[in-house]
């Protein structure tokens, strides 16, 4: 079993649905959670952090993170063109690595 | 200012060159990293280095090799590289080493190496 599963996608969503994301784990000393935007031929861009369990919201995404059932999502609301990219979802334990999943691409349909 | 920035954006190289890809940040970060990343795939980890000194070294061939002059710069020498080294790099940094405690790691732009 892979650390971090996620679904490669592609997902497709018309413009102003509310998107989730989701990434499973397998190792229980994940304690910090990232999501990353990549567009193509670019670098990540951080979009949100989260440390254990709980919601973070910021403007239209929100991040959960249940660690009972080792399993992270994001959420777009009102999701627009711009959003479509790939979305990385990254955990740490307490040393200096970042552990990526495949990544998701979205695409927004106007 | 969170940004990361790498130069150059775009490098072609012979597999018998020298060349040498670079990575600043001016945010006081002590950890700086080097991705690869192949396409449509996720980065995968290099080299951390924390406090300038290197932590890690993910079992990366001896053709790529680190310097961190000071706490804002990274450097990744190349040299020998084979066709199948072309990837984007991307260079990272975060407040401290350990990238839990410090929250957030931030990425460059990448350059985009072929070798050919």
């Known amino acids: 079993q892979k650390e971090v599963e996620q679904d490669p996608g592609p997902l497709s969503v018309p413009e102003g649905a509310i998107v989730s994301l989701n990434c499973t784990y397998s190792?229980?000393?994940?304690?910090?959670f990232m999501w990353y935007r990549q567009y193509s031929r670019k670098g990540p861009e951080l979009l949100m952090y989260?440390?254990?369990?709980g919601n973070k919201e910021d403007g239209r995404f929100t991040a959960q993170v249940d660690k009972s059932s080792k399993y992270i999502s994001l959420f777009i609301r009102d999701s627009q063109p711009s959003d479509s990219a790939t979305y990385l979802c990254?955990?740490?334990?307490?040393?200096?690595?970042?552990?990526f999943g495949k990544g998701t691409r979205l695409h927004i349909l106007p | 200012d969170t940004e990361v920035t790498q130069t150059p954006k775009h490098l072609v190289m012979g597999m018998t060159n020298k060349k040498s890809l670079k990575c600043e940040q001016h945010m006081g970060h002590r950890a700086m990293y080097w991705y690869k990343q192949k396409a449509k795939k996720p980065p995968e980890l290099m080299f951390v280095?924390?406090?300038?000194?290197?932590?890690i070294n993910e079992s990366v061939p001896s053709r790529f090799s680190p310097e961190c002059p000071n706490s804002s710069l990274l450097n990744l020498h190349l040299h020998a590289l084979q066709p199948e080294d072309s990837a984007l790099y991307l260079c990272?940094?975060?407040?401290?080493?350990?990238?839990?405690?410090?929250?957030?790691?931030?990425f460059g732009q990448g350059t985009r190496l072929t070798v050919v």
């Open positions: 190792n229980s000393a994940f304690q910090y």
């Open positions: 990254a955990m740490s334990p307490r040393d200096d690595k970042i552990i």
């Open positions: 990272a940094s975060s407040q401290y080493p350990r990238v839990g405690s410090s929250g957030e790691a931030f």
């Open positions: 280095y924390s406090y300038e000194k290197l932590s």
């Open positions: 989260t440390y254990s369990s």
